[in-house]
């Protein structure tokens, strides 16, 4: 997977959203601190952009390594974009995410409400292989 065939569909301080239409991929980074809802205004829609971009069957790549997490009101709106995916036809998801225990334990959290079951990676090489091991 050649992740610089991904086209953005946005990015600003809170998250970045692409897709790769040949592999049918989609990809989600998020940064920093989650806390104000102003800073997402645009969130689900440019989630229901990117997801316009796929077809049934979609992998999906999170990035939580600039992630530091969110005031406890905005886990519906990751829970949200989550079941968006899903009803969409997400297929694999895969979570690159660092060491942090804690911040890990809150992602968790998140996934276990939408009903998703990652696999979580701590290197990109390791994560695309896994995906890439699937075609």
């Known amino acids: 997977m050649d992740m610089l065939r991904f086209t953005k569909v ?4 809170s998250y970045e959203l692409s897709y790769d239409e040949s592999s049918n ?3 989600v980074a998020f940064f920093g601190l989650w806390d104000k809802m102003s800073q997402l205004d645009y969130y ?7 997801v316009a971009h796929s077809r049934p069957g979609f992998d999906i ?3 939580f390594t600039q992630y530091k997490g969110c005031i406890n009101q905005l886990v519906s ?3 949200e974009a989550q079941n968006l995916l899903l009803g969409a036809g997400m297929d ?6 660092s060491e942090n225990e804690l911040l890990r334990a809150s992602v968790e959290f998140i996934f276990q409400m939408s009903g998703i079951t990652p696999t979580f ?3 990109i090489g390791m994560l695309q292989k896994w995906l890439d091991s699937f075609k």
Do not use: G, R
């Not at 689900?44 to 990117?50: L, W």
């Open 10 to 13: 946005s990015k600003n301080n």
């Open 25 to 27: 991929c989609l990809f």
């Open 44 to 50: 689900i829609e440019d989630v229901k952009t990117m």
């Open 61 to 63: 790549i999170y990035d």
């Open 77 to 79: 709106l990751h829970v």
């Open 92 to 97: 694999k998801a895969a979570v690159l995410i």
């Open 121 to 123: 990676f701590c290197n």
